[in-house]
């Protein structure tokens, strides 16, 4: 069992759908973070959960919306994307949060929106 | 503002070629610099982490390397499975960690 899982690794959507996005860690850590990554650009961090709680909103546009319904499980639902939207959005997870432990990072989702 | 930079933006080497990665960062406070190996299409892989200046950490053909302003990670010999983007992230306190834009190592045989 790999320690962070993301499911589906490769997602298309129109600009119309409504998708989820998957990421289970099997590490027993405490916080949770979405990242997104695009080409020529550093990883850009979305979201933070800490036991569950949100703590760190980066200013993500209302289009995405996270869920932690326990320390293991994160979802980010996906609706009426822009074409701009396409990146791979990676999950990690870190034993605890803030900037003094390592992450652990998910294979990534692969999103393309038309 | 907090910032990352790392060089070169992609570096060509022939096998055996050893050479150096650069990471330089101005964050306030620092907590912690890391490295991830990341391959086409998958996530980031972490390598080290390196907590105060001085400090040296090894792993096979890698060795990264830290001062108060910068970090290296030294690739000695590089094979051509070596290939891949090196990440730099810097940690501060309260915060997720603040990555660089990633050099993008090609070892050619």
């Known amino acids: ?114 | 503002e907090d910032q990352v930079t790392q060089s070169p933006e992609a570096l060509r080497l022939q096998e055996g070629e050893s050479s150096s990665l650069n990471c330089s960062y101005t964050v306030s406070g620092l907590r912690g610099l890391f490295w991830y190996r990341q391959d086409p299409g998958k996530g980031p892989e972490f390598l080290f982490t390196l907590y105060s200046a001085g400090e040296e950490k090894e792993k096979e053909r890698l060795k990264a390397t830290l001062t108060k302003k910068e970090s290296f990670l030294h690739i000695t010999a590089p094979k051509p499975e070596d290939s891949a983007t090196y990440l730099c992230a810097v940690g501060q306190a309260g915060t997720a960690l603040i990555f660089g834009k990633g050099t993008t190592l090609s070892v050619s045989s």
Not at chain 1, 7 to 21: A, D, F, W
């Open chain 1, 1 to 114: 069992e790999t320690g962070v899982t993301q499911t589906p690794r490769h997602l298309v959507m129109g600009m119309t759908n409504k998708k989820s996005l998957k990421c289970e860690q099997h590490l027993g850590h405490n916080a949770m973070y979405w990242y997104k990554q695009s080409a020529k650009k550093p990883l850009e961090l979305m979201f933070v959960y800490n036991f569950k709680e949100q703590t760190e909103n980066n200013s993500v546009p209302s289009r995405f919306s996270p869920e932690c319904p326990n320390s293991s499980h994160l979802f980010l639902h996906l609706h009426t994307l822009q074409p701009e939207d396409s990146a791979l959005y990676l999950c990690a997870s870190s034993r605890n949060p803030g900037g003094g432990g390592e992450l652990f990072f998910g294979e990534g989702s692969r999103l393309t929106v038309l």
